[in-house]
Nanobody
Framework: QVRVVESGGGLVQAGGSLRLSCAASGFIFSIETMGWYRQTPGKQRELVATITSGGITNYGDFVKGRFTISRDNAKNTVTLQMNSLKPEDTAVYYC???????WGQGTQVTVSS
């Protein structure tokens, strides 16, 4: 059974940091591209970051060096370190196993001004 479970969301003040984690199981994690996306009401889900099995990363334009995606293949986890958070970063953040198209339930991130 495939599982993708996000954690680490919460409320933070502008300029602060949060670390999101995604725990995966039920598929061969080490060969899977993993991604973080976010969505706000009324808007399409947008790319935050992806990381391939080989560690190649890709970020949304708005990230501008503030976020870092990483993975631990031994623990089947992918992490999104978010620094210098802005109120416009407020969204539900989703983890995806990209190649198999499986999403987690999301975790809310709220950045107050």
């Amino acid at each position: 059974q495939v599982r993708v479970v996000e954690s680490g969301g919460g409320l933070v003040q502008a300029g602060g940091s949060l670390r999101l984690s995604c725990a995966a199981s039920g598929f061969i994690f080490s060969i899977e591209t993993m991604g973080w996306y976010r969505q706000t009401p009324g808007k399409q889900r947008e790319l935050v970051a992806t990381i391939t099995s080989g560690g190649i990363t890709n970020y949304g334009d708005f990230v501008k060096g503030r976020f870092t995606i990483s993975r631990d293949n031994a623990k089947n986890t992918v992490t999104l370190q978010m620094n210098s958070l802005k109120p416009e970063d407020t969204a539900v953040y989703y983890c995806e196993a990209v190649l198999i198209g499986y999403w987690g339930q999301g975790t809310q991130v709220t950045v107050s001004s």
